[in-house]
């Protein structure tokens, strides 16, 4: 059921499949949820609740406690307008990109330190508590096993004040969330790292790089930009295996290296001695003719008026879609080509 909001129906579709496809979504997302609450359940041992400083905080820390705090705000707002799709999908991106996708994968190496642990772990505590009160009402079952099994490691729990939780979400208090945990100009800051993590990730992919090697980052902005990524640059070497070499106006792109352009920043990596230029120049090429046969293919069959015609209208956008997605992939890789050879 949690999956229904998630999904308008199409009157043209049979109803049975409208209702399979909700209810694989709505298990993906549990899924998801639950081998991610069971990570971190599994990294509690020695949890003792003990209020948290917010000087005590990493800014991982702050930024996940100002995301829930923002989202807890706008899910309130939006159930009181009876906004149950918004509210749903909220949770969804809230809970399965940036709890289970980043908070988790950047709070790791603090769990598996001594000194570090006890504060990331209330700091995880407090996250998947207020988690499991927010999304009970939609996932009743799920949120209620996994609330007895945390009860059983946290019964205590809480950041400012920690209490003994009730027994079951179902009568669990509404969470609320302090309004000085919001920070918007931290979250833009963390938004600048996942988008920079993301490029050098796919730096990787497209050059077939494997994901052990180390690389070097240097990033052209402004000053004030800098000294966010400087402040967050421990993040770097963890999440995407690269180390942020220099940062600011006076960086210039260094011979044969990968680049990629943000809103107010342009990244370079550089790639000697980690590819083979020619062969990966040769491979490209490879790739850019077998896309152009791709394309071509595609045309004709659009060039067919008897296919135009005749082709259901679903199937013919489908040959537009997949011609344009196509299109955009060739265009990446010719700007790789181009890359390649100035190199």
């Given at each position: 059921?949690?999956?229904?909001?998630?999904?308008?129906?199409?009157?043209?579709?049979?109803?049975?499949?409208?209702?399979?496809?909700?209810f694989?979504?709505?298990?993906?997302?549990?899924?998801?949820f639950?081998?991610?609450?069971?990570?971190?359940?599994?990294?509690?041992?020695?949890?003792?609740?003990?209020p948290?400083?917010?000087?005590?905080?990493?800014?991982?820390?702050k930024?996940?406690?100002?995301?829930?705090?923002?989202?807890?705000?706008?899910?309130?707002?939006?159930?009181e307008?009876?906004e149950?799709?918004?509210?749903?999908?909220?949770?969804?991106?809230?809970?399965?990109?940036?709890?289970?996708?980043?908070?988790?994968?950047?709070?790791?190496?603090?769990?598996?330190?001594?000194?570090?642990?006890?504060v990331?772990?209330s700091?995880?505590?407090?996250?998947?508590d207020?988690?499991?009160?927010?999304l009970?009402?939609?996932?009743?079952?799920?949120t209620?096993?996994?609330w007895?099994?945390?009860?059983?490691?946290a019964?205590?729990?809480g950041?400012t004040?920690?209490?003994?939780?009730e027994?079951?979400?179902?009568?669990?208090k509404?969470p609320?969330?302090?309004?000085?945990?919001r920070?918007?100009?931290?979250?833009?800051?963390?938004?600048?790292?996942?988008?920079?993590v993301?490029?050098?990730?796919?730096?990787?992919a497209?050059?077939?790089?494997?994901?052990?090697?180390?690389?070097?980052?240097?990033?052209?902005?402004?000053?004030?930009?800098?000294?966010?990524?400087?402040e967050?640059?421990?993040?770097?070497?963890?999440?995407?295996?690269?180390?942020?070499?220099?940062?600011?106006?006076?960086?210039?792109r260094?011979?044969?290296?990968?680049?990629?352009?943000?809103?107010d920043?342009?990244?370079?990596?550089p790639?000697?001695?980690?590819?083979?230029?020619?062969?990966?120049?040769?491979?490209?090429?490879k790739?850019?003719?077998?896309?152009?046969?791709?394309?071509?293919?595609q045309?004709?069959?659009?060039?067919?008026?008897s296919f135009?015609?005749?082709?259901?209208?679903?199937?013919?956008?489908s040959?537009?879609?997949?011609?344009?997605?196509l299109?955009?992939?060739?265009a990446?890789?010719?700007?790789?080509?181009?890359?390649?050879?100035?190199?």
């Amino acid at each position: 059921q949690y999956a229904s909001p998630w999904f308008e129906p199409d009157p043209g579709e049979p109803l049975a499949r409208i209702v399979s496809e909700r209810f694989e979504y709505g298990r993906n997302f549990c899924n998801k949820f639950w081998n991610a609450a069971r990570f971190a359940m599994m990294n509690l041992e020695g949890y003792s609740p003990a209020p948290v400083a917010p000087d005590q905080l990493f800014l991982e820390d702050k930024w996940i406690l100002s995301r829930l705090a923002t989202v807890n705000t706008e899910l309130s707002s939006r159930l009181e307008k009876f906004e149950f799709d918004s509210v749903t999908r909220s949770l969804r991106d809230f809970t399965w990109n940036e709890f289970c996708d980043w908070y988790l994968e950047m709070v790791k190496p603090r769990l598996r330190d001594p000194e570090q642990r006890p504060v990331a772990q209330s700091v995880l505590v407090h996250v998947l508590d207020t988690l499991l009160r927010l999304l009970a009402p939609f996932v009743p079952f799920v949120t209620e096993e996994m609330w007895h099994r945390l009860a059983e490691i946290a019964p205590v729990r809480g950041l400012t004040d920690p209490q003994r939780t009730e027994e079951s979400p179902a009568i669990a208090k509404w969470p609320e969330t302090p309004r000085e945990w919001r920070d918007g100009l931290l979250e833009t800051r963390f938004n600048r790292l996942q988008e920079m993590v993301v490029a050098v990730r796919n730096i990787r992919a497209v050059y077939s790089i494997a994901p052990g090697v180390p690389l070097k980052l240097h990033v052209h902005c402004q000053p004030e930009v800098a000294q966010d990524l400087r402040e967050v640059s421990g993040q770097f070497d963890h999440l995407a295996r690269v180390m942020l070499e220099s940062a600011g106006l006076e960086v210039i792109r260094p011979a044969g290296s990968a680049n990629f352009s943000l809103g107010d920043a342009d990244g370079y990596v550089p790639l000697e001695g980690i590819i083979d230029r020619e062969k990966e120049l040769e491979r490209q090429q490879k790739e850019v003719e077998r896309l152009k046969k791709l394309i071509d293919s595609q045309d004709k069959k659009l060039a067919n008026q008897s296919f135009v015609a005749k082709a259901p209208a679903d199937v013919v956008e489908s040959v537009r879609d997949t011609r344009n997605s196509l299109a955009k992939q060739l265009a990446n890789v010719e700007e790789i080509v181009r890359s390649l050879s100035e190199g």
